[in-house]
């Protein structure tokens, strides 16, 4: 489990807490409610309305909306010239709820900034999804300097379906061999089954994360996202 240190902000003030993850889910307590979801937009917890926004669904639940939270996350960078990796701090300011400025948008990024021991790099725009503000980041860093995170990695595929602003990047390391067959999205829909779901063969995971069987795509490589540098 990871732990990320983070600055909520709302209509009822501003707070510091801890956002735990483990890969795939996020953690959070903040003014004595738990929340936990796969996304920044999809934090679900006890209702109390004194303390929080919500968007409320059918069933009574809610997820927290209506706020803006600063969050920093170490991850790892791959150097092609020592061939070594390190870590280094991302900061996030996420958006979720009714300011935001782009139309349709019911979550944003605002800013990214990746700070190393060669310098910073970062960007101030409102976009829809973590994928589009990591690809940003990459294009600034130097050309031997790659993320070596989960939205990198040759055995992860976004659904041909969509996905959220954060974490819904799915792993397929556990069936390397049938995902390296595979040549469009047809292929894939055909092996992303609800059996190798259920067997924890295939999960979500988070872009920033990232894990010992990390693999950078090659030209022979096929996946279904927008990564496009190759090792």
């Not at 926004?53 to 010239?81: C, H, R, V, W």
């Not at 469009?184 to 920033?208: N, P, R, S, Y």
Request: aromatic share 12%; hydrophobic share 30%; proline share 3%.
């Amino acid at each position: 489990m990871r732990e990320y240190p983070v600055t909520y902000h709302d209509k009822n003030g501003t707070e510091k807490t801890i956002i735990k993850s483990d890969g795939s889910n996020l953690y959070m307590t903040l003014r004595g409610i738990y929340f936990e979801g796969t996304d920044f937009e999809m934090l679900t917890g006890d209702i109390d309305e004194t303390k929080f926004d919500y968007e409320k669904f059918a069933d009574g639940s809610g997820d927290l909306t209506n706020f803006k939270m600063s969050i920093t996350m170490p991850i790892s960078l791959f150097d092609s010239q020592t061939k070594k990796s390190f870590t280094a701090p991302l900061t996030a300011n996420i958006e979720v709820g009714e300011t935001i400025t782009v139309h349709g948008l019911e979550s944003a990024i605002n800013s990214l900034t990746l700070t190393t021991s060669f310098g910073e790099f970062s960007f101030e725009k409102q976009l829809e999804w973590f994928e589009d503000a990591l690809l940003i980041i990459q294009k600034k860093l130097p050309e031997h300097i790659y993320l070596k995170t989960c939205l990198s990695c040759k055995y992860s595929n976004y659904s041909p379906y969509g996905n959220g602003l954060f974490g819904s990047i799915y792993c397929f390391k556990r069936v390397k061999d049938q995902l390296l067959e595979l040549n469009g999205k047809h292929d894939l829909l055909h092996l992303w089954t609800e059996e190798l779901i259920k067997e924890g063969k295939i999960v979500d995971v988070q872009e920033t994360f990232d894990c010992s069987h990390h693999q950078l795509p090659t030209k022979d490589d096929w996946y279904y996202k927008s990564w496009t540098k190759l090792i």
